[in-house]
C-alpha cells in the first residue's frame, strides 16, 4: 500500500495538468454513478480516458526522444530583477491617520 501511495504521489506531482483533469473526471463519474446521471458519468469516463490517453502519448515521445539522442535541456532560470549587492529594500513612511473632523 506503502508503495502505491509514493507512486501515485511522484505521478501527480509529476504530471499536475493531467492529473486535476483526471480528478475532474473521476468526481463526474462518482457524482454521475451514485446519482444516475448517466450522461455525466460518460463525460467523466471520457475526459478520464483523455488524460490517460494524454499522459500516455507524452510518455512515449519522451521515450521516442531519448532514443533518438535528444537528451532533456533545462532552461536556466530567469531572474526579475538583476543581481545587486546586498541593495535592499527602501524603507516606507507609513502616514499618520488624521482624527475624523466633525
Known sequence: MDSWTRSWKAIYRREPVLSLV?????VNIAIGGL???WSL???GLGVVGGAIA??????????QRREQG???TRRPA???????RNAGLPLLSIPK???PSR
Open 78 to 84: 530567469a531572474y526579475v530583477l538583476p543581481p545587486a
Open 35 to 37: 446519482g444516475a446521471h
Open 54 to 63: 494524454l499522459g500516455l502519448r507524452r510518455q512515449h515521445r519522451q521515450h
Open 22 to 26: 483526471a480528478t475532474a473526471g473521476a
Open 41 to 43: 458519468m460518460t463525460v
Open 70 to 72: 535528444f537528451a532533456p
Open 97 to 99: 491617520k488624521q482624527p
